[in-house]
């Protein structure tokens, strides 16, 4: 596994980065190396799910008017405000023996290693492991339950997740294509995702109930890390677990990873 460290960016280059990282790995040959990404949000941003219509999620002209840029993931579920976490992207071709296979297994696998690192680290968080997902939808999407009256991938826990005493932590959604997968995911480490609310495209009503549900469904693991919050901590925590069956790259040196071929800037749907 190549296990990238890449750092702060913004919303939309972030999915552009995961974007390209899927198509990397959709064009390489059965034996490719899996690939890892930790990141963050710089400055803070939204994501939404890959069938979601920001015109409806979102009050567009409060996030313009507060420079809160945004963009829709390539993977499923609901939307997130990015800023006090940790996130990761896992690529990988579907045909490979350790990490690929069903969505189902690719989830529980993916999961146990990320699990796994953040126990190394002091976080008694627990997997979900019944309610077994369905497959994919016909455009290779998964994404959790959709309820339209919980906006947010944290207000509800899926299969195949981790939980902190009862409630959602990590929130992941996976995308398949003929040949590889693309899984995204967020460790909470703060309350900031609670600020979603002041972005949904809703009445004031309607956001106080929408927080009120996001802050009673979701989890933060931050008194468990602690004040070292940097991805090389967690990304030792997971070469740790993976037993040194990694090779890490930090920041710029992994950009090759995005570089099969020239394809459009990864643009998110707007207005």
Not at 6 to 13: I, L, R
Not at 108 to 119: G, P
Request: charged share 25%.
């Amino acid at each position: 596994m190549i296990l990238w460290c890449d750092g702060g960016h913004s919303a939309p280059e972030n999915m552009r980065r995961d974007t390209r990282l899927l198509e990397h790995l959709e064009h390489q040959a059965d034996g490719a190396t899996p690939v890892l990404r930790l990141f963050g949000f710089d400055p803070p941003g939204i994501t939404l799910g890959h069938g979601q219509r920001p015109e409806q999620v979102l009050d567009l002209a409060r996030c313009g008017a507060e420079c809160v840029e945004w963009a829709v993931r390539p993977t499923g579920g609901r939307a997130i405000y990015h800023d006090e976490e940790w996130t990761y992207s896992f690529a990988c071709r579907i045909a490979d023996p350790e990490w690929g296979g069903s969505l189902h297994d690719a989830y529980a696998r993916v999961t146990r290693l990320i699990h796994a690192s953040l126990a190394r680290l002091g976080v008694p968080a627990e997997r979900v492991v019944s309610r077994p997902r369905r497959e994919a939808p016909g455009d290779g999407v998964a994404s959790p339950t959709r309820d339209a009256s919980r906006p947010s991938c944290f207000a509800s826990t899926a299969p195949h997740e981790i939980e902190l005493e009862g409630r959602k932590l990590v929130g992941s959604a996976q995308r398949r294509g003929s040949g590889a997968l693309l899984q995204q995911g967020s460790v909470m480490l703060g309350d900031s995702h609670l600020k979603l609310t002041e972005f949904l495209n809703m009445s004031p009503d309607g956001r106080a109930r929408a927080r009120r549900s996001l802050a009673s469904h979701s989890a933060s693991a931050g008194a468990w890390i602690g004040a070292d919050r940097t991805l090389s901590r967690w990304g030792d925590a997971i070469a740790g677990v993976a037993g040194g069956r990694v090779r890490r790259l930090s920041g710029d040196p992994g950009a090759f990873l995005l570089t099969r071929a020239e394809t459009p800037p990864y643009t998110p749907a707007s207005v």
